[in-house]
């Protein structure tokens, strides 16, 4: 077979469709479990089909995928973030102690809000590179500060929040919220710096091997620092659009991001320790994550079911990139 | 955030918008919700014909308590030929779950919801928009912010802890040294148990708090806390304990240490504290927060909103409290020790739940 230029080029560029597959295996594998959970829920109840349900989907997806960009960040950057949930929290808390008691405009709350956020982040950071502690035991210690300092917050039900943060929730165009609108221009943004610019491609050459990045002259303290500030100010605007969601700050808010992230980060195939993975996969495992919850709602499952079959998701898609990542 | 952030230039005035405000407490009891007795509610816009899809979101049984509310709705709607279909969504205790079911059954539109809210605050704007989207929510066993519910089904949890703090200090002739012992920091129910008994208790000045700990509602941790609060201090009087599982801890801890047990203030007892209690002959006052009565009670005012009968914005349910002279009426031998009573099912449906002493 004669190929022509340009189609020697594709080739060469993308290389076999098998060499394709194994390098993607993971995106594969979880949209393909997206379409057939998809498939086999709208088959067994149509009212799982309508519009308004996909949507509600994206709607509910929302903040466990805001977050899991920050921790996606910070996995492919070689750490991982265990204070997202409780930055959340604290930043949700925050936000609706702030417009109960004071007259600040709301917008201007929310910008303090992720420049609190992004300072958890830069502390964690800091804490990190400089000083050279373990990233888990970091920011798994944060994690118990912010649960202090939420408590210190408030350990009851704050105010309800003005309308400005329900409209933030509910408003929509057609069928689809505006806010699910939001989160895809987020996601197509965070996937456009890991894969288009400088520092994208640094995040993954620093979590491949820091030693390497730094003989190629990448500031080593910085791009990894960065991951921590990103993630810091994900988590604040998750927290931010969960307090939109319930309309007031709850104490428990936020609780258990930091696993889900992880969980929803690991079933899209982003490596655990650091360099390898693809920002879309983890999208479609956050969407398989929503969607199953979604599921066993309208099936009616039993929600030890769902812990149990999010786990056996994870325990599959862990032993698949395992099997390719050896072959 | 605001301290921290130096924006005390821009405080609120008293008085401006303010619609989660603490409900108001007098005398031991909730005022807001004695006036919510008061309320009657037109519930004609809800009515239909029967059989019903009842949607039913609860705790989840992770504990007696959760597992004694999920029988009782399963069993009541097999009986009741007006359920049609029953929705069982257990959340086990996770609100931000809770609100996503709430949020899946407004596009599934059951004809009313039973809700069991394991967020005071972050249940708050689903049950708004339920019932913007025309959906009846009778909220059960725990309130919301905001009152935007159908009517609220539940002893007045304030009440329960204040009058076991009450008791106890009456018990102890209002002096001496007592422990506090509450649930999980920050959750509804044990923040207003733990306001309660500091409510309480501050009527009594010659009653000192030597120790108030959260011990997580967990026998095994109010073994722990109760332990070293002994260590530190020599005389204990009374322990108050913001559901039984931290005081049947604290029994254990006595009973090891080779200590006289103190006298004990307790909401929500469970069978395993009853049965401790009898053991070691402990002196105590119990209220309930009975599981089982409450939603039983929960599902009747759900099927009479559904055929347009009035309710109440707060349907009160009875919380008499009891204490070791009649314990006897109250434990049940036959149950486990996560049992929480009273019966209100035949005793086979509770040991086909699993409840079964072994």
């Excluded at chain 1, 809000?113 to 798994?140: E, S, Y």
């Excluded at chain 1, 288009?196 to 993954?204: E, I, K, S």
């Excluded at chain 2, 040294?177 to 008994?197: F, R, S």
């Excluded at chain 2, 409450?294 to 055929?307: D, G, I, M």
Aim: negative net charge; glycine residues 12%.
């Amino acid at each position: 077979m004669t190929l022509t230029l340009a189609e020697r080029v594709a080739r060469t560029r993308l290389g076999p469709p098998s060499s394709w597959l194994r390098r993607n295996g993971a995106v594969v594998f979880v949209y393909l479990l997206v379409v057939v959970l998809y498939a086999v829920a709208a088959s067994i109840s149509p009212a799982f089909g309508r519009p308004e349900n996909l949507a509600e989907i994206l709607r509910q997806s929302i903040a466990l995928g805001v977050v899991t960009i920050g921790q996606v960040y910070v996995l492919l950057g070689g750490g991982i973030d265990m204070s997202v949930g409780m930055t959340a929290r604290v930043v949700g808390l925050g936000v609706a102690v702030t417009m109960g008691a004071t007259t600040i405009p709301p917008i201007l709350v929310i910008v303090l809000g992720l420049a609190v956020g992004a300072a958890i982040g830069l502390l964690n950071g800091v804490l990190i590179t400089r000083i050279g502690a373990t990233p888990f035991i970091v920011t798994l210690g944060m994690l118990g500060v912010l649960s202090g300092v939420a408590l210190a917050i408030t350990d009851g039900p704050t105010d309800v929040v003005p309308d400005f943060f329900f409209t933030m929730y509910d408003a929509a165009i057609g069928p689809v919220p505006i806010a699910v609108l939001v989160f895809l221009l987020i996601w197509a943004a965070a996937w456009f710096v890991l894969n288009r610019t400088t520092y994208g491609r640094n995040v993954y050459a620093v979590g491949g091997s820091a030693d390497v990045a730094r003989l190629s002259a990448i500031n080593v303290h910085r791009t990894r620092t960065l991951t921590y500030v990103i993630s810091g100010v994900c988590a604040a605007a998750a927290g931010i659009f969960l307090l939109s969601r319930s309309g007031v700050g709850d104490p428990g808010l936020g609780q258990g991001l930091e696993f889900s992230s992880i969980v929803a980060a690991a079933i899209g195939g982003i490596s655990l320790y650091g360099g390898r993975g693809s920002i879309v996969g983890a999208f479609g495992a956050v969407l398989l994550v929503t969607m199953s919850s979604n599921i066993f709602d309208f099936l009616h499952v039993n929600g030890y079911f769902q812990q149990l079959v999010l786990g056996a998701i994870v325990l599959v898609g862990v032993s698949v990139y395992r099997t390719r990542g050896r072959q | 955030m605001v301290a921290a952030l130096g924006l005390t230039g821009c405080a609120k005035e008293a008085g401006q918008e303010s619609g989660g405000a603490k409900p108001e407490k007098v005398d031991g009891v909730s005022a807001d919700l004695m006036a919510d007795a008061d309320v009657t509610v037109d519930t004609s816009k809800y009515k239909k014909d029967g059989p019903y899809t009842i949607a039913a979101l609860t705790q989840g049984p992770f504990n007696g308590w959760g597992l004694t509310w999920d029988e009782t709705v399963k069993y009541e709607a097999s009986q009741n030929p007006d359920v049609g279909e029953l929705l069982l969504l257990p959340s086990m205790g996770d609100a931000d779950g809770q609100i996503t079911s709430m949020e899946n059954l407004v596009t599934q539109k059951p004809d009313a919801i039973m809700l069991n809210p394991q967020g005071r605050a972050a249940l708050s704007a689903s049950v708004s928009r339920a019932m913007a989207a025309g959906i009846p929510v009778i909220v059960c066993g725990n309130n919301v912010e905001g009152k935007k519910y159908v009517t609220y089904n539940d002893v007045d949890l304030y009440a329960v802890g204040y009058q076991a703090a009450a008791k106890l200090a009456e018990r102890l002739g209002g002096k001496g040294n007592v422990i506090l012992m509450h649930g999980i920091a920050g959750v509804d129910a044990a923040e207003a148990w733990k306001q309660a008994a500091e409510d309480a208790f501050a009527k009594y000045p010659d009653i000192t708090i030597v120790g108030s700990e959260y011990a997580n509602w967990s026998v095994a941790t109010g073994k722990e806390k109760a332990t070293a609060l002994m260590a530190a201090n020599p005389q204990i009087d009374g322990i108050w304990s913001g559901g039984s599982e931290m005081a049947t801890g604290a029994m254990l801890a006595f009973d090891e240490a080779g200590k006289p047990q103190p006298a004990y203030g307790v909401d929500n007892p469970t069978n395993g504290f009853l049965r401790l209690a009898q053991e070691y002959g402990v002196e105590f006052d119990a209220f309930p927060d009975p599981p089982g009565t409450v939603a039983k009670a929960c599902l009747e005012t759900t099927l009479k909103v559904l055929k347009g009968e009035p309710v109440k914005k707060y349907e009160a349910i009875p919380a008499e409290g009891f204490n070791e002279t009649n314990l006897d009426e109250h434990y049940v031998p036959e149950l486990s020790d996560d049992f929480v009573g009273p019966l209100v099912l035949p005793m086979e449906a509770y040991i086909a739940a699993g409840l079964k002493r072994k």
